[in-house]
């Protein structure tokens, strides 16, 4: 196996050799309306074309390349990518974390949490508190180890949307999850101040049926995550 795909070891030729393509493109390396050389691919990468057709057929389903005879394999328009896709927004992230993409996400994550605090406020059950109580106390438990804060942070936002009882509201973890975690990777990297109360505010209005306290302190939550972003590049002198 060559170079290109041993820094993707662990997730099988397959799974190699679409993410080694897919960040290529998300790079512009293979630059939308470029034809793919597949045999060029197929000899630098040592992959059967099997293999290399596969893993077409999964960017092609996520809107990245197309086919077409004469023409061949070829990128298609970023405005037919599927960027609210896992993967998606995983391969970007991939060798650290665009500032340009966390502002994307915060900007996501602002239209839709405070809603969803807002609807948890109305619509959340027994099993919701247990949830989102349960992630505090996971939360609080995980000082000073950054992959279980990343866990509890997550678990938090997926029982509050959980906590929504729409089923589409739930659905938007997937566009949030993996943009979510390497975020929280890059501040529980750091220091950082205690996440505890900032999300305890967000349920204990939730319990309440406050709904505006609820939007509220869900708006207060995160703006403090954007400080705490923003600490983080100013320590990594990033812009």
């Given at each position: 196996m060559r170079?290109?795909?041993a820094n993707y070891a662990g997730r099988g030729?397959?799974?190699q050799t679409?993410?080694?393509i897919a960040r290529r493109i998300l790079a512009g390396d293979i630059a939308e309306?470029?034809?793919l050389n597949l045999g060029a691919i197929q000899e630098e990468l040592d992959?059967?074309?099997t293999v290399l057709r596969e893993a077409l057929k999964v960017l092609s389903a996520k809107g990245m390349v197309d086919a077409r005879q004469k023409r061949g394999t070829f990128v298609r328009p970023r405005a037919d990518w599927?960027?609210?896709d896992g993967d998606v927004i995983r391969w970007q992230f991939e060798e650290g974390a665009d500032p340009r993409l966390l502002d994307k996400l915060h900007e996501v994550r602002s239209i839709i949490e405070p809603a969803a605090a807002r609807l948890a406020a109305i619509r959340a059950v027994d099993e919701d508190f247990s949830a989102l109580e349960q992630a505090l106390e996971d939360m609080n438990e995980a000082r000073g180890n950054p992959a279980a804060s990343v866990a509890a942070d997550l678990t938090f936002h997926r029982a509050l949307l959980n906590a929504t009882h729409n089923?589409?509201?739930v659905r938007m973890e997937v566009v949030m999850?993996?943009?979510l975690a390497e975020r929280d990777r890059l501040v529980h990297g750091g220091a950082h101040d205690d996440p505890v109360p900032s999300h305890r505010a967000v349920v204990d209005a939730i319990r309440s049926r406050n709904e505006s306290a609820a939007e509220a302190a869900m708006r207060g939550l995160l703006a403090k995550a954007v400080r705490d972003v923003e600490k983080i590049r100013a320590q990594k002198g990033h812009r």
């Open positions: 170079q290109a795909l030729v397959h799974g679409v993410e080694v309306g470029e034809t992959v059967s074309l599927h960027l609210l089923e589409l509201l999850e993996t943009g």
